[in-house]
């Protein structure tokens, strides 16, 4: 605070931390300020949360209704009226959307990221988040802003335009675009696409009450939860209005209770997990323990025969490819080495039969493999496909 000459922010913490916010004894521990600053910012919580859930609610229905009018989506249109595109799915390929967004708003206010000045400024939600209040951005004949985040989509998908950008693209299977299949050549205009993120980044306490940035940094699994457990309430739906289609989420009644659709807070998950899973996780890895401790260092040869001495070539390869590890192999060892994790000794590039792996844990027979591009070759993938038969076959 002193070396920013952050001084407001020093009388802040004084006022916060001084004695008389403290109770005086445990009989007014319950009434002292800082147990009441405590109890508002749970309250306020609360607050942000429900309001949160009205938000994403209202981005949904905005930006369902602006994918079905804007003049340039007239193939979608057709699907919606011939009954090819149902609400439903349309609805699955619209929240996939939000869900994008949310993640990239909490990922990248919580410097999660990284990434060059380029993303920042040219490519991140955060910069379209910034539009919401510049009310001459919100143009409805213009759908640069949302061509642009397509764009982004695509890069969090295509692990050579993440490099191009300086970020690590991500594996999983939001951002795969065949999952918005019917969504992707659609446009959207530029004030419709601000006016949705408007209510995801904004939100009112109340009536009478400014509004207010939503702190996507500080917001916690539970709001993310509720977010979802809301969702579950609604049912998509389609109709016309003015000669306009217009989709919208209605209370969907019984509907949740007879698929048992719930979500499940995370206290009663963590109990779950204690008394169900931890336990046999444990037994599994004892016998797992057990298993490694009878089995050879390296493997097994051809013949089937344990191998208890590596030729001079194998470990000569192997002392190379330590030399020449690639970053991510780099970073992966930091947390790896000196059994960093969970106490678990790990090796690199560990020759096991006739092949080298890039990290072995002989406590567990467990094997880590970091693959880039080229594994994606049909002939490296061939190999690799076989590798892992072989390797899985003598338990590791």
Same mark, same amino acid.
């Given at each position: 605070m002193f070396a920013n000459e952050l001084f407001a922010d020093f009388q802040l913490f004084v006022r916060l931390v001084h004695r008389s916010r403290l109770p005086k004894s445990l009989a007014d521990a319950d009434q002292c300020l800082l147990e009441r600053y405590y109890r508002q910012t749970i309250e306020q919580g609360n607050r942000v949360r429900d309001k949160l859930r009205d938000g994403v609610e209202k981005a949904l229905n905005i930006l369902g209704t602006a994918l079905l009018q804007h003049p340039k989506n007239q193939q979608l249109r057709e699907e919606v009226r011939n009954g090819a595109l149902k609400p439903e799915k349309f609805y699955r390929q619209l929240l996939r959307l939000i869900y994008r967004l949310l993640f990239l708003l909490v990922a990248e206010e919580r410097n999660l990221i990284g990434g @060059?000045?380029?993303?920042?400024?040219?490519? @991140?939600? @955060?910069? !379209?988040?910034?539009?919401?209040? *510049?009310?001459?951005?919100? *143009?409805?004949?213009?759908?640069?802003?949302?061509?642009?985040? +397509? $764009?982004? =989509?695509?890069? =969090? @998908?295509?692990?050579?335009? /993440?490099?191009?950008?300086?970020? %690590?693209?991500?594996?999983?299977?939001? =951002?795969?675009?065949?999952?918005?299949?019917?969504?992707?050549? %659609?446009?959207?205009?530029? /004030?419709?696409?601000?006016? /949705?993120?408007?209510?995801?980044?904004? =939100? $009112?306490?109340?009536?009478?009450?400014?509004? +207010?940035?939503?702190?996507? /940094? +500080?917001?916690?699994?539970?709001? !993310?939860g509720s977010i979802y457990e809301s969702l579950l309430d609604f049912h998509p739906t389609f109709r016309e209005e003015g000669g306009k289609l217009v989709f919208e989420l209605v209370p969907a009644g019984m509907e949740r209770k007879s698929t048992g659709s719930y979500y499940t807070p995370r206290e009663l998950v963590g109990e779950l997990i204690k008394s169900a899973l931890e336990p046999v996780l444990q037994e599994r890895l004892e016998e797992a323990k057990r298993i490694a401790q009878s089995a050879p260092y390296h493997g097994f040869d051809a013949l089937g025969r344990p191998i208890l001495r590596l030729p001079d070539d194998i470990r000569h390869l192997c002392r190379e490819f330590r030399k020449s590890m690639t970053p991510a192999e780099q970073l992966l060892w930091e947390c790896l080495r000196d059994r960093r994790l969970a106490g678990l000794k790990f090796r690199r590039q560990h020759a096991i039969g006739r092949y080298i792996v890039d990290f072995y844990c002989h406590e567990h027979r467990l094997i880590i493999e970091l693959e880039g591009s080229v594994h994606d070759r049909p002939e490296q993938a061939e190999h690799d496909k076989v590798r892992k038969q072989e390797l899985e076959a003598q338990g590791f």
């Open positions: @060059s000045p380029v993303y920042r400024d040219h490519y @991140s939600v @955060s910069r !379209l988040r910034r539009l919401t209040e *510049v009310k001459s951005a919100r *143009v409805e004949h213009h759908d640069d802003l949302w061509l642009g985040l +397509q $764009k982004t =989509f695509e890069i =969090f @998908s295509d692990e050579q335009k /993440a490099q191009l950008l300086g970020i %690590a693209p991500l594996n999983g299977d939001l =951002f795969n675009r065949s999952g918005t299949d019917a969504l992707n050549e %659609a446009r959207v205009s530029n /004030a419709d696409l601000l006016k /949705a993120l408007w209510y995801l980044c904004w =939100f $009112k306490p109340n009536e009478r009450s400014p509004w +207010q940035r939503v702190n996507y /940094a +500080q917001l916690d699994v539970e709001e !993310l």
